[in-house]
């Protein structure tokens, strides 16, 4: 899992939503109401008592049969067959990262600061593909697939919100790894070049040789509001930390600007990248 995308949720179900949990959250109330267990509801409608318990606790999109009969079981009031209409299952975000993502699309500052891969937000179609053909376990084309979208849809804030100020530190060799090959990181090196000439971006590139470095106990993100709150997202292996902790965000920030003075100025990034670039 990389940079708050994923495929599926537990036992390979599509990660739960605000919308699918509240469908579920009715199911099983009309089922209570109704005097119904799990399984006598599942034989009514069809479906196996786990299904109905995965659909009540937001974490299966119910098949058009399951509402169907559910209509049908609850006395035919067209409620959960409007309520399915507006359901959303949010593929290819995991559900730690989704608070964070909706604060990303308000912020008025983002800082990124990645040492394990070029982060989501720069990436290309290829790169992603490059990186979920080393996923495990192994994901379905329609997973990858998703993955790609729910980050292009992320991407789209570096040009729909000019005002906001973007900030990337990026390791140098992320972009040496050469992930993917030779021609995946060359369009990626392009995309990024093209990307640090946007006015409210700016991309430093940390140097492989570097005797002072702030930021060894890994990547972090950092965030501010509107209403100039920030707010820190650190991430592990199926995981992720939203951090409110001001006195914790505050430590990040001091070592997020500590290491902008020790990474490449932008230019000197520019120059390394448009190099790199020519030995590929």
């Known amino acids: 899992m990389v940079d708050g995308m994923v495929g599926t949720g537990t036992g390979g179900e599509p990660e739960s939503s605000d919308s699918l949990r509240t469908f579920g959250a009715v199911v099983q109330g009309l089922r209570e109401h109704a005097g119904l267990s799990r399984e006598e509801f599942g034989e009514l409608v ?41 359901l959303e299952r949010q593929p290819g975000l995991a559900a730690w990262f989704r608070r964070w993502a909706a604060l990303e699309r308000t912020a008025i500052t ?5 040492c394990r891969m070029v982060p989501g937000l720069l990436q290309t179609q290829a790169y992603v593909r490059a990186l979920a053909a080393d996923n495990l376990p192994p994901l379905a084309d329609q997973q990858i697939e998703e993955r790609w979208a729910a980050r292009a849809e992320r991407q789209k804030l570096l040009w729909e919100r000019p005002n906001t100020a973007f900030s990337f530190i990026v390791e ?30 700016e991309i430093q590139v940390m140097p492989l040789v570097r005797e002072s470095h702030s930021g060894l106990q890994g990547p972090f993100h950092l965030l501010e509001t509107p209403e100039n709150q920030w707010f820190a997202y650190l991430e592990g292996q199926e995981s992720g930390q939203l951090v409110t902790d001001r006195k914790v965000v505050s430590v990040l920030q001091r070592r ?8 490449l100025s932008l230019e000197d990034s520019v120059s390394l990248l448009q190099r790199m670039r020519g030995d590929l």
């Open 46 to 86: 069809r479906f196996s008592k786990h299904t109905v318990a995965s659909v009540e606790l937001g974490r299966r999109m119910p098949d058009p049969e399951f509402v169907q009969r559910a209509e049908e079981v609850f006395g035919r009031t067209g409620a959960l067959q409007k309520a399915a209409g507006c």
């Open 110 to 114: 983002m800082c990124t600061y990645e």
């Open 172 to 201: 140098e060799h992320a972009f040496l790894r050469r992930t993917g090959g030779r021609a995946v990181t060359r369009d990626l090196t392009d995309h990024v070049l093209e990307i640090s000439q946007l006015r409210n971006v």
């Open 256 to 263: 997020y600007a500590r290491m902008r003075a020790q990474a």
